[in-house]
């Protein structure tokens, strides 16, 4: 049994060096040892930049002094304890397609980090609508996807940028589950069960899911996202469970979870038919009050 646990955080200057290396087709790649927000740095740079600046980039930072999650949610950050990090992407797609890419930016990571998990242990590895990548039960990365105009350097009427964050925990989940009183996984918890996670450095995390949003994204924009909910379903840990929409806390509408659809809502079954959710927040109803 491995022993191992969370990769070590090489310098900012070893991880820059490891992924220009791993993503030679990344324009501009950068870890810093501190920001306010990798997200909200590239944001203001997609912005502000006059004339075309080729991308995409990469910013990492090993401490976010206001990281940002969904809905507004503050990342709860540790030097050493997270990997947090942004890409910046050209995307071609209609406005109405664009909250799409929330949920598509969630099921290429899973993909990606299977693929340093063996194959025995990779159905552990799962997605929670519409964005969370969770190890069994508990949440293991968060991911925030904003998108904003060219700037000067748009091409088209359909280019925007997409800005995608994301953090993954690799230490400290038990004081994580107590702080924010839910479950929270590590990934020093899946390498102590398996080699194959023990083996991978922090830039092979971080290279993998860049990679991974990047194919992704340019099969979808050329392409469409016709085959989203087939992926999806192989990774969807909500399938089949009976599941409450909450919406400020409270029960907006409860059913059976059943996939999503090509425009990444989830499809919620109940007495009424399937509806199609683009918001809340989802939890999973108890056993016995399993009634849809």
């Not at 990342?75 to 050493?80: D, K």
Request: hydrophobic share 45%.
């Amino acid at each position: 049994m491995p022993t191992s646990s969370a990769p070590l955080l090489p310098s900012p200057g070893q991880l820059t060096a490891a992924l220009s290396a791993a993503l030679p087709h990344f324009n501009q790649v950068d870890w810093v040892e501190r920001t306010v927000s990798t997200n909200a740095e590239l944001m203001a740079k997609a912005r502000a930049s006059s004339g075309q600046l080729a991308r995409p980039w990469l910013l990492g930072a090993h401490l976010q002094e206001r990281g940002r999650g969904r809905a507004g949610r503050t990342w709860q950050n540790r030097a050493g304890a997270n990997l947090m990090f942004s890409c910046a992407f050209d995307v071609f797609l209609p406005s109405t397609q664009l909250p799409t890419l929330s949920p598509l930016a969630g099921l290429a990571a899973c993909e990606a980090l299977r693929q340093l998990i063996s194959p025995a242990l990779r159905g552990h590895l799962c997605m929670k609508w519409p964005n969370d990548v969770q190890w069994q039960f508990a949440k293991l990365a968060g991911i925030l996807v904003e998108v904003t105009r060219a700037g000067t350097s748009r091409l088209s009427s359909d280019h925007y940028v997409a800005i995608i964050g994301m953090g993954v925990n690799l230490s400290d989940a038990r004081a994580l589950s107590q702080s924010l009183n839910r479950q929270v996984a590590d990934w020093s918890e899946i390498a102590r069960q398996d080699e194959n996670a023990a083996a991978a450095s922090a830039a092979d995390i971080v290279a993998r899911i860049a990679q991974a949003w990047y194919a992704s994204l340019n099969e979808a924009t050329a392409h469409g996202f016709g085959d989203l909910p087939a992926r999806y379903g192989k990774v969807d840990f909500l399938a089949g469970q009976h599941i409450n929409v909450l919406d400020n806390g409270r029960i907006a509408q409860a059913g059976i979870a059943c996939g999503i659809n090509t425009l990444g809502q989830l499809m919620l079954r109940t007495h009424d038919g399937v509806t199609p959710i683009s918001i809340g927040e989802i939890s999973i109803r108890p056993q016995q009050d399993s009634r849809p």
